[in-house]
């Protein structure tokens, strides 16, 4: 089976630095992904990882350990357009199938 | 870049009508193509998964009958709501996936279609 969970919910400032983490428990893996998702609109890709560490990008940098089983998206330097639902996503051992998690909302306040 | 449509992105039907969206990859050939619904304020959840010229398989629960797939084209996919209810009011957002692509992210998402039935 497969068992995404992160925060429902984050609150942070304009200018701050947040993380998202993100737990998973699945019978495969092939990848996790990170989305943002504006309400109303589909999701957009900001990060892949399918091996150990950090990757970075711009403003946006996301962390994986397979061996316990956690990710996290960090962003720095907030802004209020980074108001949006991120959205976790396992990718099963055939490639085939994404497994979203229940996003989390981020409310960025000035 | 990859990019996928959706058609249409708003639709409002009436109960017991049916209802079709057409998910389109423009620039690439999608061999797979996934869709998902989403109700507000939470996740996407996976619907089926098509592969050109072969049937639907659908995720436990979606009703086969009730939601027809049809991936007859390596460009296009429809999604046909049948004898809608206000139930299945939701966001329907399909993805696409090539063949042989090796980039890492490779599903490619609509920009979905806001399904309301009154």
């Known amino acids: 089976g497969q068992n995404i969970d992160q925060p429902t919910e984050m609150t942070a400032t304009e200018g701050a630095i947040v993380q998202i983490n993100c737990t998973y428990q699945?019978?495969?893996?092939?990848?996790l992904f990170w989305y943002q998702q504006h309400a109303g609109e589909a999701p957009t890709f900001l990060s892949y990882n399918v091996l150990d560490g950090l990757e970075e990008k711009g403003r946006f940098s996301s962390f994986l350990s397979r061996s316990k089983g956690y990710s996290y998206l960090l962003l720095k330097e907030l802004q209020m357009k980074d108001s949006a639902s991120y959205l976790c996503a396992v990718r099963d051992n055939a490639g085939n199938m994404l497994t979203f998690g229940g996003g989390t909302r981020l409310m960025v306040k000035p | 870049g990859a990019v996928v449509s959706q058609h249409p992105s708003r639709v409002i039907c009436k109960s017991g009508t049916s209802v079709k969206i057409e998910c389109r990859s423009l620039d690439f050939q999608a061999t797979t193509m996934f869709w998902y619904r989403q109700f507000p304020k939470q996740s996407l959840m996976l619907m089926a998964t098509s592969n050109e010229g072969s049937k639907a398989t659908y995720e436990q629960g979606v009703e086969k009958d009730k939601f027809l797939i049809n991936h007859a084209s390596l460009t296009l996919s429809t999604l046909t709501v049948t004898s809608a209810h206000p139930e299945d009011s939701s966001f329907y957002i399909c993805?696409?996936?090539?063949?042989?692509?090796?980039?890492?992210?490779?599903?490619?998402f609509g920009p979905g279609t806001r399904l309301t039935v009154t």
């Open positions: 699945t019978s495969g893996f092939n990848g």
């Open positions: 993805s696409a996936r090539g063949e042989g692509n090796s980039h890492p992210y490779e599903q490619y």
